[in-house]
Every structure is written in C-alpha cells, then in structure tokens.
T-cell receptor
C-alpha cells in the first residue's frame, strides 16, 4: 500500500514570495490533515478536510495561508506571502474516516520550507 | 485550553528500559496516542490508550491514568534505532479526530 506522498521535499524562498505544497493521501482515506512542525516542537494542525469539506481550520492563518482539496483526493497548501516565521516542516497526514475514537493518522515525509 | 507536558530529552543505554511521561490538560478527552519521529522523518503511530491501564505492543508499552491526566510510554530492551523523538498526543473532540501534540521527547540511546 502506497503511503502519503508529498512534494516538494525541500523549498527555499525569500520572504514575501509565495509557495505551494502538494499532498496525495493514502487511497481511500477520507480525511486529510495539514500540520506545521516548527523545529523542536510537535506538529500543529493547520487544517483538516473530510472528503472535500473543511472540518477544522481554526489554527490556519487565513490572511496568508490557503488550502484546498478538490475532488476529495489530493490537496494543496499555499502560503502567500511567506514570512520568516513560516520556516518549518509542513506535514500532510491522512486517516480512513477522521471521526473514529481510535484512528491512526498516517503521515507523509513532509516539505521542509526555509524562508530567507 | 489544551496542553501537554513531556520531558524534552531522555538518555539511556542500549538494552535498558526507559519511561517517557506525559501529562495533559484538555477540555475533552478521547484517548492518548504516542508517535515516533526519527530525525528528518515522518511521525509514525506507536500506540493508543482510551481506557486506564497498560497496552503492550512488542518492546513498547503505553499506560494511561485518566484520573491523573497522565500517561507514559515504556520502551524496553532499547536499541540504537530507538533514538528518535517521541510525541504524546490527545484527541479532544470525538467528532473531528483532531490531535493535539506535545512538544516531544528526544530519546538518545547510547551504546
């Protein structure tokens, strides 16, 4: 079974530029998550999709971050314009349903973003 | 609000046993999970506790005490490959499946 795929793996941009990340979840997984992981910290949920609808985006900085999951499969996360503090690893995860009490989230390898 | 506390670093020798503690405060509680993350890698699921007690999976065990808002991950027969960061995470909403992660504990296993 193929895992969660993400691209690119690394990205270096200058502040005020825009950047986009792509995620393809495990086939058949209804729920997709985007996390931000700053060095030395745990992952922080940015946005959660159930199929192509948003379930939780309470911690997404909506003035600069946007995400979509068209057709309920793959997803893109965009930052425009980027700030220095956006330097982090952006992890995508998926789970089968997202609403079960016990449900494992499967993480992709992440995209390491450095904003200069 | 929600918060989780774990030690930032733990060091142990190969073959030993190590315990990583996690205390939490959440508005709701629907289980405590543990994830392992090697440097530069993706977090991977280790264990989940919804009820009080000990869950064992091979060399790893996880414990939960809901009355104390406390859990721990126990790693036995440590191997060099166990050197990684370990995160506890709570699910505070049964409808969304949202996980709140702790800051992580870096485990260094020495020969």
């Amino acid at each position: 079974e193929a895992g969660v795929a993400q691209s690119p793996r690394y990205k270096i941009i200058e502040k005020r530029q825009s950047v986009a990340f792509w995620c393809n979840p495990i086939s058949g997984h209804a729920t997709l998550y985007w996390y931000q992981q700053i060095l030395g910290q745990g992952p922080k949920l940015l946005i959660q999709f159930q199929n192509n609808g948003v379930v939780d985006d309470s911690q997404l900085p909506k003035d600069r971050f946007s995400a979509e999951r068209l057709k309920g499969v793959d997803s893109t996360l965009k930052i425009q314009p980027a700030k220095l503090e956006d330097s982090a690893v952006y992890l995508c995860a998926s789970s089968l349903e997202g609403s079960g009490i016990q449900e494992t989230q499967y993480f992709g390898p992440g995209t390491r973003l450095l904003v200069l | 609000g929600q918060s989780l506390e774990q030690p930032s670093e733990v060091t142990a020798v190969e073959g030993a046993i190590v315990q990583i503690n996690c205390t939490y405060q959440t508005s709701g509680f629907y289980g405590l999970s543990w994830y392992q993350q090697h440097d530069g890698g993706a977090p991977t699921f280790l264990s989940y506790n919804a009820l009080d007690g000990l869950e064992e999976t091979g060399r790893f065990s996880s414990f939960l005490s809901r009355s104390d808002s406390y859990g721990y991950l126990l790693l036995q027969e440590l191997q060099m490959k166990d050197s990684a960061s370990y995160f506890c995470a709570v699910r505070d909403n049964s409808n969304t499946g949202k996980l709140i992660f702790g800051q992580g504990t870096t485990l260094q296993v020495k020969p």
